[in-house]
């Protein structure tokens, strides 16, 4: 789930320019997804996010050469972006119609 939605879900207004005002309880009560390491599947789910979250780390940082190739990058960050979508949204458990509500359609 994305913090965003989180945060304007509970009327928490993002739309400053500025950082949001977030008290403790907001933070205390995020919905945060605890990894169980002694469990094979959750163990590869994390190792699987943190591949996915380096990978787009990495790419935000490579600088391209010619037009092509900055396409190239694009359509690598959309996909990343994508499956690490897809990894949350498996991880919380999220219904069909729960992503459409958190994506916004």
């Given amino acids: 789930m994305p913090v965003s939605f989180y945060l304007k879900s509970n009327n928490i207004n993002l739309d400053r320019a500025s ?3 977030i008290n403790t309880k907001t ?3 995020l919905p945060i997804c ?3 390491f ?3 599947a959750e163990k590869a789910a994390h190792d699987r996010m943190v591949s996915l979250v380096e990978r787009m780390l990495s790419l935000h ?4 050469r010619t037009p092509q190739e900055k396409e190239m ?5 959309e996909s990343t972006d994508r ?3 897809a990894l949350v949204n498996q ?3 999220l219904t069909e119609g729960e992503i459409k509500i958190v994506e916004g359609g």
């Fill in 19 to 21: 950082f949001p005002k």
């Fill in 27 to 29: 933070l205390n009560d």
């Fill in 34 to 36: 605890p990894i169980n």
């Fill in 38 to 40: 002694s469990d094979p």
């Fill in 61 to 64: 940082k490579r600088s391209a």
């Fill in 73 to 77: 990058i694009q359509r690598e960050i």
């Fill in 83 to 85: 499956a690490i979508d």
């Fill in 91 to 93: 991880l919380y458990g």
